[in-house]
Nanobody, 123 residues
């Protein structure tokens, strides 16, 4: 069992930055690829970014590529999402997810989800 707790969301002006954190419980954090998803108002949940178990492989949605950076610290059981140049369309609830395995498989659902943290980028 893995429990995920996100933090770091908030209100920021367009062009600003935020860092999201996702703290995971359990001793097997390093066995999971980790991902970030988001769901904006009236929209379906969408993939944002993911990182392999070792941190050596990262994935980004085209909409955030070049602005967001994902990283992880396996010693702290934490994954981060650095968000720069935020746009109003980035406004959403951001969810952390864990998927058992070394790399993220887009064809497979995540095994665990966090509760989400709200990010609002105002224009």
């Amino acid at each position: 069992q893995v429990q995920l707790v996100e933090s770091g969301g908030g209100l920021v002006q367009a062009g600003g930055s935020l860092r999201l954190s996702c703290a995971a419980s359990g001793r097997t954090f390093g066995s999971y690829a980790m991902g970030w998803f988001r769901q904006g108002p009236g929209k379906e949940r969408e993939f944002v970014s993911a990182i392999s178990w070792s941190g050596g492989i990262t994935y980004y949605a085209d909409s955030v590529k070049g602005r967001f950076t994902i990283s992880r610290d396996n010693a702290k059981n934490t994954v981060y999402l650095y968000m720069n140049s935020l746009k109003p369309e980035d406004t959403a609830v951001y969810y952390c997810a864990a998927q058992f395995g070394r790399t993220w498989n887009v064809r497979t659902e995540a095994d665990y989800w966090g509760q989400g943290t709200q990010v609002t980028a105002s224009s």
